[in-house]
């Protein structure tokens, strides 16, 4: 039996969410966008998406309300693209999954660290910060390179994830260090 392209016949919570962020994509954009992304330009350059598939992602995430699109320029007209609450929302989801894929997937050595703001402590693995015995919203998290990451990448919005900074702070991937 072919697999379908939707789970409309499915009466699960998990299928309802892999309609929103399930294609191969979508959780790199949400991820991007933690990261301070905000440019069409800057996710094309980072993550590498064909053109059509980026456009075609950030307009479904548009449309169910994960990202917010605004417009930062009019002549020519250029938009930038923001989390909203709903898409804050998944930031345990992405914390849990980036977890599991560095502790259980063999030769993963990490990328970023990601830290409690008030008080510098890495977080645990489900998010809190152990010093403070809290859960730490993403607006109070400092992500750090790990080991894992290319020194020297090719793109500018890589070169600029390589200093520490706070999570969805607009990245700038202009502005030297």
């Not at 350059?45 to 059509?52: I, K, N």
């Not at 075609?56 to 417009?71: E, K, M, N, P, T």
């Amino acid at each position: 039996m072919a697999l379908g392209k939707d789970y409309v016949q499915q009466q699960c919570s998990i299928a309802r969410a892999l309609e929103v962020v399930g294609e191969r994509w979508t959780l790199l954009v949400v991820r991007d966008a933690f990261y301070g992304v905000r440019r069409y330009s800057d996710f094309l350059s980072h993550l590498g998406a064909p053109r059509a598939v980026l456009a075609a992602r950030l307009q479904a995430l548009v449309d169910v309300g994960v990202l917010d699109r605004r417009r930062y320029q009019d002549a020519p007209p250029r938009d930038e693209y923001v989390l909203t609450d709903r898409g804050l929302a998944l930031w345990p989801v992405l914390r849990a999954l980036g977890a599991w894929g560095r502790d259980e997937l063999p030769g993963t050595t990490p990328m970023r660290h990601f830290h409690h703001i008030v008080c510098g402590t890495e977080l645990a693995t489900n998010g809190e910060c152990p010093a403070c015995g809290v859960p730490v919203p993403p607006a109070d998290v400092e992500m750090r390179p790990g080991a894992g990451l290319d020194p020297d990448p090719a793109d500018p919005v890589a070169r600029a994830l390589l200093r520490p900074r706070r999570l969805l702070v607009p990245l700038d991937p202009e502005a030297t260090p």
